[in-house]
Nanobody, 124 residues
């Protein structure tokens, strides 16, 4: 199993940037594909980005492509989401996800492990 803890959320003006971090417990972090999802109030949770174990393969939702960058540091057991050119519609709770089966990179479906979420609010 893996436990995930997100940080880095907050309030930012439109056009600004934030960097989310997700710290994972356990020695098998490098075996997981990792991803980020978000859920806006009143909406379903949606896929944002995913990354394979080495960082060599990434996948993004069309809505964030070119603005967000997912990366990971296996030595630090951490995955990041750099968010630039933020828009009010990016406002949501952002969740980190760990997927040992790599479904997330094939289907954008989440793996079994979730963090508690971190709130991102973008003001206009």
């Amino acid at each position: 199993q893996v436990q995930l803890v997100e940080s880095g959320g907050g309030l930012v003006q439109a056009g600004g940037s934030l960097r989310l971090s997700c710290a994972a417990s356990g020695r098998t972090f490098r075996n997981y594909a990792m991803g980020w999802f978000r859920q806006a109030q009143g909406k379903e949770r949606e896929f944002v980005a995913a990354i394979n174990w080495s960082g060599g393969t990434t996948l993004y939702a069309d809505s964030v492509k070119g603005r967000f960058t997912i990366s990971r540091n296996n030595a630090a057991n951490t995955v990041y989401l750099q968010m630039n050119s933020l828009k009010p519609e990016d406002t949501a709770v952002y969740y980190c996800n760990a997927d040992p089966l790599y479904r997330i990179l094939k289907t954008t479906m989440p793996g079994d492990y979730w963090g508690q979420g971190t709130q991102v609010t973008v003001s206009s």
